[in-house]
């Protein structure tokens, strides 16, 4: 991620964040791809999440130097074996003279006939390389817009070509996300001429950084009351899969592990989280570093068979078990409010949660926009993919201030059975190292970090009536500023180490003694 354009991008777009509130975003989506965004309505929470994105790389200027040269016929080795495309200037390189003609002809029939189905019968590609050789069917979908589709195996329905399945031999010779560049040698017979070239991989690229889109927006329905709306179903009348729009960009991210895929669920909680994205939460958390490679459980969609058909565009068959991807990272955004589900322990624990408040109509109005005086912004390129799991090593890790300030608070909130785990205790340690990395390791930026994660982290789930927080809350805020005996009234949290965790404490506390209540989320 290009830090230089992080936060002007924002600005540019018309939105004005304070920038100490998009670095801790990001930071954390790299501690954990799980954030949640809560506040107040109105505040452009989703704004922060639908425009957080930068081109991993200069694509304008690869973009203008591939176009110069002529489009290589490229295979993508995938994770999930089904279907891909070759453009139109390319087929020209695929099929005879007459074939070209015929293709076209079709298309222009059915496009007529308003018919949007397969337009051609399948046409074999024969392709060889060191091993062997290998077959693929291509065809023409979506008259009113040609496609030309690409098959690794023969369709269930395809009844008029032979067998072909190049699963198995792509799968035995070569890697997944390998770039197998193909040359045409005589009628509809190819070779592999390269396998891995930089100059293919780069203008694979580049042409994946122009098409894919790597944003999914979800609307949560506050009628979501199983997975369904993400993982889909089986149709027993169609006797097919039906496929969402969530678990087909899943399946998109797979296939591309090279690039961050970001989904969007606004108003997640308009449900009860738990009965639409447990699997999920169980699927991250399952996660374990073994023989330097993560593994985790899989989601399983149905039983028995091990692929059906379906009723996606981009994916035909779709495998039984899927696992959630290391390149997707999910955000979402909750307003508390008499239509909303207040967020269980068990998904506060699992999230990031970032309180934005921010209104700066100064801004809004046109008027000169002033930007935060801060030193907590990102200073290095941040690559969200070459982060690893939260473990005990990066707490070990962690200066012994912070180990020590970790400790008192949650030896405190221990005494009211409040206090957090060795999760929670991970995670921070994860994101302040990621800190100490691409912000600073000045003392003082290293407890603006620690402050974030006592307000994402530590402290959220507290919530409950005044016999239950006025002791904890009072005491920590005494040890917060390190004094017995003081007024708490006239605490301020601009003079103290941790401004936004005294700020938030203290707003709880009042609430206690005005309304009987406090919930640190509101």
């Known amino acids: 991620m290009n830090h230089q354009n992080l936060y002007q991008s924002y600005q540019d777009a018309g939105f004005f964040f304070p920038e100490s509130i998009l670095t801790t975003y990001a930071l954390s989506l790299s501690t954990k791809p799980f954030v949640i965004l809560s506040g107040i309505s109105g505040t452009g929470k989703t704004k922060i999440a639908q425009l957080f994105d930068l081109e991993t790389d200069d694509a304008e200027e690869i973009l203008s130097s591939a176009q110069s040269t002529k489009e290589k016929l490229i295979i993508k080795v995938p994770q999930v074996f089904d279907r891909f495309n070759f453009s139109q200037e ?59 589709r690409v098959r690794f195996t023969k369709s269930n329905r395809d009844k008029i070509s032979e067998n072909y399945d190049a699963e198995k031999h792509l799968k035995e010779h070569y890697k997944v996300g390998d770039i197998l560049e193909i040359e045409n040698t005589g009628d ?27 944003k999914c927006f979800l609307p949560v329905k506050s009628d979501w009351t199983d997975n369904s709306e993400l993982f889909g179903f089986y149709n027993l009348i169609e006797k097919r899969y039906h496929v969402p729009k969530f678990l087909e960009f899943l399946l998109t991210a797979t296939n591309n592990p090279d690039y961050p895929f970001y989904v969007i669920l606004d108003e997640m909680n308009l449900s009860k989280v738990e009965h639409y994205f447990s699997d999920i939460l169980s699927c991250l958390e399952s996660r374990v570093l073994k023989n330097g490679e993560i593994q ?10 091990n692929q ?33 589900y207040m967020l269980s322990s068990k998904v506060i624990d699992r999230a990031n949660i970032i309180e934005f408040n921010e209104v700066n109509l100064s801004a809004y109005a046109g008027l000169e926009w002033k930007t935060e005086s801060t030193d907590f912004i990102i200073k290095k390129d941040l690559n969200l993919l070459t982060t690893s799991l939260a ?28 206090h957090f785990g060795y999760r929670v205790a991970n995670e921070v340690a994860r994101y302040i190292n990621q800190v100490k990395i ?47 005996g003081f007024d708490i ?19 709880m506390y009042k609430s206690l003694s005005t309304k009987g209540y406090a919930s640190f989320i509101e």
């Open 438 to 484: 691409y912000v600073g390791e000045s003392e003082s930026i290293l407890k603006e970090a620690l402050d974030f994660q006592f307000i994402q982290k530590v402290f959220p789930k507290l919530s409950g009536t005044y016999a239950v927080l006025e002791e904890p809350l009072r005491e920590l805020l005494l040890s917060f500023i390190k004094q017995t």
């Open 188 to 214: 509809r017979t190819f070779k592999v001429i390269s396998v891995n070239e930089k100059e293919i991989i780069q203008e694979h690229k580049t042409k994946q950084q122009k098409n894919l889109n790597r």
């Open 296 to 305: 985790q459980e899989p989601i399983v969609l149905y039983s028995g068979v």
């Open 489 to 507: 009234s006239n605490i301020n949290p601009q003079a103290t180490d941790y401004p936004r965790t005294i700020e938030k404490l203290h707003r």
């Open 391 to 418: 473990s005990k090593d990066d707490y070990q890790h962690l200066p012994i201030f912070i180990q020590e300030q970790l400790l008192t608070i949650n030896n405190i909130l221990k005494k009211y059975h409040l």
């Open 308 to 340: 059906l058909e379906t009723n996606s565009e981009e994916f035909e068959k779709i495998p039984s078990q899927i696992e959630i991807p290391m390149n997707l990272y999910i955000t979402g955004t909750v307003n508390i409010d008499e239509s909303t």
């Open 90 to 148: 390319q087929l020209k390189d695929v099929l005879s003279p007459a074939e070209h003609k015929d293709f076209f002809d079709k298309a222009a029939e059915f496009k007529k006939n308003d018919n949007n189905g397969n337009f051609t019968d399948p046409y074999i590609l024969n392709i060889s390389d060191e091993f062997g050789k290998f077959q693929l069917g291509l065809y023409g979908q979506r008259a009113s817009n040609p496609l030309v």
